[in-house]
């Protein structure tokens, strides 16, 4: 699948999210929901260690507020655009969501949840799937990460 012109400028705000995420001393990755219109619904960063909070990623972040802009859980027709591929924890809350789309960045071979390590995302032994694009601007989200956590060693 090839990403829009939508998922590019959404992921353009969230490379902005993770850099921010790295100035607070978070691991940088931003995240963007978008409208089944394209439009903005919601956004986050990872803050689990401002907020002291393990499921404060920025998938989740972001799932959050879109869910309150809408006044519904249920993001179906929504596209979840993130520069690191979900964990588990974030591929479980995307599903449960019914978020139609996700579209990320850099792959995780440690812990991606989307194609790499697993892919709860699409697993047909569940209830609900998403179509997949990943790889999107993933030299600029994969360089972004190396730097971070080079600078914590």
Known sequence: ????????????????LADEA?????????????GADGAVLGEGRNRREETHDPSAHAEVVAM???????????????????????????AGTLLQAHVSRLVFGAWDDKAGAAGSRYDVVRD???????EVVGGVREEETTRRLRAFFERRR
């Open 124 to 130: 047909r032994r569940l209830p609900a799937r998403a």
């Open 22 to 34: 790295a100035e607070a001393g978070e691991v940088p990755v931003g995240a963007v929901v978008l």
């Open 64 to 90: 959050r507020e879109a869910a309150a802009a809408i006044g519904s859980w249920n993001l179906e027709g929504c596209t979840l655009v993130v520069t690191l591929e979900p964990c588990v924890m974030c």
């Open 1 to 16: 699948m090839t990403p829009s012109p939508a998922d590019l400028a959404a992921m353009g705000r969230a490379l902005r």
